[in-house]
């Protein structure tokens, strides 16, 4: 049983059965999370973080998959999860560090401590603009630039108006653009 090929709602039908259940997660779980622990370390920033967080999405999708009724795709609803439990993270992160919402400084910290932080390589530039965005637009334009995920899915998982997605990820793309002309 491979998950190539199998349709998400194979892989739901094939959850749902108790005799394939457990299969059935291990194959969702191989399916997508390579694709969510990128989307979750665009967020977080460092690799262990985002493992922790990874791991949190799967214990919730396990909790919440027989109830899933399937009124989004599956990887919307997955991508929800792993966006929720990304800025339930940075939150915490924040708190414990009594830093304000708006301060991005441990973020672009966070990028510079990575051991394999280059600062002449623009992908690294790319990232360290990409941290000092608020939190809105960082989710948009990681969701819509390295994902490539379509305005109307975003809103799905963001709750938020496709325009309100559109005019966040103009500014943001405008913020990074300037900050790489500018450093």
């Not at 027989?66 to 792993?82: C, G, V």
Request: net charge neutral.
């Amino acid at each position: 049983m491979h998950q190539q090929g199998l349709t998400d709602e194979a892989l739901l039908a094939l959850f749902r059965d108790e005799r394939t259940k457990e299969k059935a997660f291990s194959l969702i779980v191989s399916k997508y999370k390579e694709k969510l622990y990128w989307h979750i370390r665009r967020l977080v920033v460092v690799h262990e973080d985002a493992d922790d967080v990874l791991q949190n999405v799967f214990i919730k999708m396990w909790k919440g998959l027989e109830h899933f009724r399937e009124e989004s795709k599956l990887y919307t609803w997955l991508y929800r999860i792993a966006t929720n439990e990304s800025i339930t993270f940075l939150h915490k992160q924040q708190k414990a560090r009594i830093v304000d919402l708006g301060d991005t400084s441990d973020l672009q910290n966070s990028v510079k401590a990575d051991p394999y932080f280059d600062a002449s390589k623009l992908e690294w530039k790319l990232q360290l603009a990409i941290q000092t965005l608020p939190e809105q637009q960082r989710l948009v334009f990681c969701l819509r630039y390295f994902d490539e995920m379509p305005y109307n899915e975003i809103s799905e998982i963001l709750r938020v108006s496709t325009g309100s997605l559109k005019a966040s990820y103009h500014h943001a793309a405008k913020k990074i653009e300037d900050y790489l002309l500018h450093h």
